[in-house]
């Protein structure tokens, strides 16, 4: 009796310390969210047919242990070496951006963490030409989207620190990435343009429990949080400060107002790490229920990579050309570019100083929060350039200040804000 007595308390207790797993929230702060460089390895199933979509609420246990691999995905993580970002930025340099609802072009996605959460900070893009022929006829025709940085008017965090079950945070955001058009049968040489990205996202804590995923031990599951996330993104095409006219937009594909991105995602977030174990694509159904596609983390990474290499192609002409020798790019900055006072008194001057050493013409632009030009000045000469830029007769808010050489490359860049003093 006295065994059997035991052999039940025995049983009791490990019921117990079973059904009590993950019995508390999880909380995701800046302390167990480790945002390093590295590798990490995602893993597509090799089918999402009958995968039961997961539960919200509360004490969940999420058991997805007997997803089959299918394709393996590799993303790299490097340390940040440009002045755009912060010190404790990372580069991913694998991601590709959507230029129209058609086209898209390689770029480096930049993410960073603080206190207030772990965020996506902005894009660093090589240069990038494309001809034009097949759509024009004429073979020197070229959209060159120039090397630049480009960063979001608000902070777009993915986890807004201290993260915990029925957390809500959503923002709204404008990012400029900068191209020049030659289009011969319209006059356009080397004409300054701009695409803008109006981003809404909405992000929700769903549900907690535990997790289990291929990726993760046999027998454990672990701790996560269930988060929604919910991404719109249409764009705007400016030809120099107007918006481009629908009838040209529509020999590309696109118009004004087009979106770009319909991203819903349900991702599940565990300690250590800001890249999600497990993740549920919905594709463009925000109702969560049609799924497009499944992603989950091994956590077999290896960190400790070196800074990042950005390259570019044809540095030195409009045709795109086949043989194109890449080449590093990171010379094309200036190293000494600031732009103060920040704010600017409206109707005052902003100064910009750097070193210009080329003596080609080079071209500053100042563009407002949705990507209109509202201000152009050419800079001659060589040696340290003080340039005032005069901000009269603008609005109050946030401003882009470019700096490009004379192929159109973007060699520094700031933002500030105008209002009152």
């Known amino acids: 009796m006295k065994i059997m007595k035991t052999i039940t308390l025995c049983t009791a207790m490990l019921f117990m310390a079973w059904t009590s797993y993950g019995q508390k929230a999880l909380t995701l702060t800046e302390k167990n969210v480790d945002v390093d460089p590295g590798k990490v390895k995602l893993h597509t199933p090799a089918s999402i047919s009958g995968v039961t979509l997961p539960a919200t609420g509360t004490n969940k246990s999420w058991d997805y242990s007997k997803l089959k691999k299918g394709t393996t995905i590799k993303f790299r993580y490097f340390e940040n070496k440009y002045k755009q970002f912060s010190k404790t930025a990372i580069f991913d340099t694998g991601h590709l951006e959507p230029f129209t609802p058609y086209e898209i072009y390689p770029t480096n996605q930049v993410f960073d963490e603080s206190s207030n959460g772990y965020f996506f900070a902005g894009d660093y893009t090589p240069r990038n030409a494309t001809g034009l022929g097949e759509v024009t006829t004429v073979t020197t025709d070229s959209l060159i989207i120039t090397q630049q940085a480009s960063l979001p008017t608000n902070t777009d965090y993915i986890l807004k620190f201290p993260t915990t079950y029925n957390n809500s945070w959503s923002t709204t955001y404008t990012k400029t990435i900068y191209f020049t058009l030659t289009i011969s049968a319209l006059g356009f040489d080397k004409l300054q343009c701009s695409e803008v990205e109006h981003t ?8 907690w429990g535990g997790l289990k995923t291929p990726g993760s031990g046999k027998d454990d599951y672990d701790n996560a949080l269930m988060i929604r996330r919910s991404v719109v993104t249409t764009d ?24 770009t991105v319909n991203s819903n995602t349900e991702s599940f977030y565990t300690e250590g790490d800001f890249i999600p174990a497990l993740v549920f694509d919905f594709g463009a159904d925000d109702t969560w229920s049609t799924l497009a596609g499944v992603t989950y983390r091994n956590d077999d990474e290896d960190h400790g990579y070196g800074a990042v290499v950005i390259n570019k192609t044809n540095p030195y002409g409009n045709t795109v050309n086949p043989g194109d020798v890449l080449m590093n790019s990171s010379s094309l900055f200036v190293n000494d570019f600031t732009a103060f006072p920040n704010p600017v008194a409206n109707g005052g001057n902003l100064n910009c100083r750097f070193t210009k050493s080329a003596p080609e013409n080079w071209t500053m632009n100042v563009t407002n929060s949705i990507g209109q030009i509202v201000n152009t000045i050419t800079v001659s000469g060589t040696g340290v350039m003080n ?3 005069e901000m009269k007769n603008q609005n109050e808010g946030l401003f882009f200040v470019n700096l490009l050489n004379d192929k159109g490359e973007q060699a520094g860049s700031s933002k500030f804000m105008v209002g009152s003093k």
């Open 200 to 207: 809404t996202v909405t992000n929700s804590v769903v549900g």
């Open 236 to 259: 705007n095409i400016y030809f120099g400060s107007s918006l481009a006219p629908d009838a040209i937009l529509a020999s590309f594909g696109t118009a004004q107002g087009a979106t």
């Open 387 to 389: 340039i005032p830029v």
